[in-house]
């Protein structure tokens, strides 16, 4: 008998105050037609999984800071481990938040410079497509995706942009049509336009733009396909994090 | 001394100058400062003994610009700009207000005369006393009401007057501590600057100061004058040796002034209920795109001397029991974001309410919610 093609394992976390999980889970799972299942956040065991998605939301309402207290849940420790063994996180908006306070990925978030939620498709030009999470793109595409947020206005000391730039670690720039980063095209006041980055190993990434929002023509873009595509890719070709390896996936599984 | 400089008022023991041409540096800060010079004239029991101490003015003035270095150091806002020559220091211009807040930790002078205590006795609690700054009433003592009714501060002034007086208790006590010196009790003035900030002024001397040996007990202060115990040079002269050498050793080891024990109040040794409140604030290199909305509204308003607003966090934490460290942990770990804010912390002692009155310092919190 022939084996099915594997396909790839995603967990998508669920914070009190997520509210972009159902959209993530969707997306994978209908859309992209991965395994995909809710990880609650009090959860400490994240074997067997490929890919963990932080989604987007208020979690905890935001209090205090944007992902200050989320990042206390006891499913991040388990995430940190995850990361260290090579698993791929994808950190949607407040997912990202999350990882910047966590110091999983550099610098911090800001009020958008507007002080408004800007909702709205913005353009974004991939500048790294070496990385787990945009292989399936070309060198400068340029992909139409939303964004929704109050506070994306991404920020880190100098040298760490620096150090971000010259290790092709700014994955994603907001640009206009033309694929130009000017200021009008930064819709939140961001540093060097910045949209998205990975962590230094490459496997983690942030991003405040909502791919799981566009995987289909019908809601206006398919362009957040190539994130999940990529992943998909990535996991088929170097196989999924090292270390102990789980038995077979639990209950919950959408195919 | 500059002949053009003006005299503003002359005191008992200090004479305050508005600086010369040339004095207090470019001309924006000579119009924030003056001079205070200090005087070797000593007075007591509200002028009715006079004298002269040779030196004082010397050492008051140096041991008070050490003392107001550590609390600036400390998070404390203070008076204190430089200190220019041995008897005069650059001040920022404040207005006094008209009352003194003391601070006991051990019975002395008139608490043990009015409590009927024996000088000598450790406190159980820090006591901490309002006097209303007037020659011709005698510098009576006075309660929060009186404050209120005499109009003499606003009430959250009195709040902060009260926190900074007990945090500088904290302060100063582990600090003289470690130069052999136990603070008995000391009195403060505080100042109104031009932006109604509330900051320490005046001095911290040995003239405003019981400083008893740690070891002997021995008075190394104004007491020596009062109670003609002789020596009252020589004491002076062995303060400011003292703290000199204690500056010298803060310089080098800041934080570890905070974590000595000894003679310090029950909650700052972590022994005791206390409140801390945490002030966050995004770091200054950090555009604050609220505050910039925040002045913009100001001015929109017709308040055309705002020159800048940062918006900031406020945070009250009631603590079973005190640990500095913990709290700096807290902040580092949760309530800031070290990456995009800088954040401060004070702690006042949460006493037990008296009937009918708030506590001393209670604070009146809002909560950390963002936004």
Redesign the interface.
Known sequence: MTPAPRRVRFGVVVFPGSNCDADAHHAIGNVMGQKVEYVWHGRTDLEGFDCIVLPGGFSYGDYLRTGAIARFSPVMNEVARFVERGGLVLGICNGFQILLEAGMLPGAMLRNESLQFRCLYVHLRVENTDTPFTRACRPGQILRIPIAHAEGNYTARPEVVEDLERTGRVVFRYVNEAGEATPEANPNGSVANIAGIVNAAGNVLGLMPHPERCTEELLGSADGRYIFESIVAHVLAEGGPRGPTAGSPGGGVVG | MDDSRRKLYEGKAKIVWEAGPGEAGPGAEAARTYIVEYKDDATAFDGKKRGRIGGKGRVNNLVSALLFDLLEREGVPTHFVRTLGDREMLVRRVKIIPVEVVVRNVAAGSLAKRLGLEEGAPLARTVLEHYYKSDELGDPLINRYHLRTLDLAADPEIDRMESLALRINDILGGALEECGLRLIDFKLEFGRTDTGEVILADEISPDTCRFWDTETNEKLDKDRFRRDLGDVEEAYEEVLRRVTAGAEKWRVRRRGARASGGERPAHARGEWPAHARVFVT?KST?????GA?VENALRTLGYDEVKSVRVG?FITLELTHLSPERVDEMCRR??A?P??EDYRFEVVPATAPPAGSPPPGAPTGTG????
């Open positions: 995004l950090v555009l604050d795109p609220q909305a966090k949760l309530l974001n990456v995009i950390g919610k963002g936004q």
